[in-house]
């Protein structure tokens, strides 16, 4: 069955440090995946997606299919980015979204 | 208004009362989608509607009732639910293509709590 994993409930960094969201999925094919964030009284968002190889916001994530992991990572964290990430994976064939349990980013002045 | 919009935000109703959630897409998407976001649990997806069709049911209880009159539209009829129906329930919608999701644009959710 198709599976999403963050390990991690909560991260909590100081401000300019790296930041590193680990998440990990199970799926024999070829899936998309994404990054969605909820920033505090706002409504769920996408961050970005592995096909557009964006960096949003300054964080970026490759997908490893070798690992099966797609973290989200961020070379200098800001207080703005303290939010709730949410790991997802579709599929053709699919209809719909798997997402993972999510991270609470907790960014310290 | 644009995006996704639901209403009521809040509502509070008994164990045996009946209540709708609505949901109303501005996007021109052809699927629409029923979570249940509580703090105990990760997103959980409940129904999945697909150029008006339901093509997905994830084992939800029969007191929660979905229903999709057109692509632009999704409702959850409650009925008779108990104290751990009470979460936040978002609906979101896409672009489905051949049954590929792609990206979920997500409504600010209707907080529901039941008595």
């Known amino acids: ?109 | 208004e644009t995006g996704v919009t639901q209403t009521p935000r809040h509502l509070v109703m008994g164990m045996t009362n009946k209540k709708s959630l609505k949901c109303e897409q501005h996007l021109g998407h052809n699927a629409m989608y029923w979570y249940k976001q509580s703090a105990k649990k990760p997103l959980e997806l409940m129904f999945v509607y697909s150029l008006e069709e339901r093509v997905e049911n994830n084992s939800v209880p029969s007191r929660f009732s979905p229903e999709c009159p057109n692509s632009s539209h999704l409702f959850l009829h409650l009925h008779t639910l108990q104290p751990e129906d009470s979460a936040l329930y978002l609906c979101a919608s896409s672009q489905d293509r051949s049954g590929f999701t792609g990206e979920l644009f997500f409504g600010e959710g209707s907080r529901l709590t039941v008595l």
């Open chain 1, 1 to 109: 069955a198709q599976r999403v994993t963050q390990p991690e409930k909560l991260l909590s960094v100081f401000k300019g440090a790296p930041v590193e969201l680990k998440c990990n999925y199970s799926y024999s094919g070829s899936p998309e995946l994404f990054w969605y964030v909820q920033y505090s009284r706002q409504r769920l968002q996408l961050l970005l997606r592995h096909i557009s190889r964006e960096s949003i916001k300054g964080f970026t994530a490759d997908l490893n299919k070798g690992e099966t992991s797609f973290h989200l990572k961020k070379p200098f964290a800001q207080e703005e980015d303290s939010a709730m990430y949410y790991c997802a994976l579709s599929y053709t064939g699919g209809f719909k979204t798997i997402f993972g349990a999510g991270t609470r980013l907790f960014v310290k002045a």
